[in-house]
């Protein structure tokens, strides 16, 4: 079992940043690979990006390539969202998942691979 719990949202002004933290509990943790996903209002919630259980591989959505980054440090049990150049359309609740995707048919860009989620943490961007 994996309780995870994400910080670190705010209000900001677009071109601004954030880093959104994810702290999970258990000790597991290092085994899981990562994901972080987002829900804006009236949308259905999608991929932002994701890390192997050993920080080995990343992955991104196209429309946050270059401006994000995630990372993890399992001595802490956190993962980490580092996000600059906000833009108005990042505005969404960003959630972070956890999920065994070794062996998994689903790739870590869908939401079927991860069996844990946290509730969520709320990036506003203002222009």
């Known amino acids: 079992q994996v309780h995870l719990v994400e910080s670190g949202g705010g209000s900001v002004r677009a071109g601004g940043s954030l880093r959104l933290t994810c702290e999970a509990s258990g000790r597991t943790f290092s085994t899981y690979d990562m994901g972080w996903f987002r829900q804006a209002p009236g949308k259905e919630r999608e991929f932002v990006a994701h890390?192997?259980?050993?920080?080995?591989?990343?992955s991104y959505a196209a429309s946050v390539e270059g401006r994000c980054t995630i990372s993890r440090d399992n001595a802490k049990n956190t993962v980490y969202l580092q996000m600059n150049s906000l833009k108005t359309e990042d505005t969404a609740v960003y959630y972070c998942?956890?999920?065994?995707?070794?062996?998994?048919?689903?790739?870590?860009?869908?939401?079927?691979?991860?069996?844990?989620w946290g509730q969520g943490t709320q990036v506003t961007v203002s222009s």
């Open positions: 998942a956890a999920g065994d995707l070794s062996g998994s048919d689903y790739p870590p860009s869908t939401f079927n691979g991860y069996d844990y």
């Open positions: 890390i192997s259980w050993n920080a080995g591989v990343t």
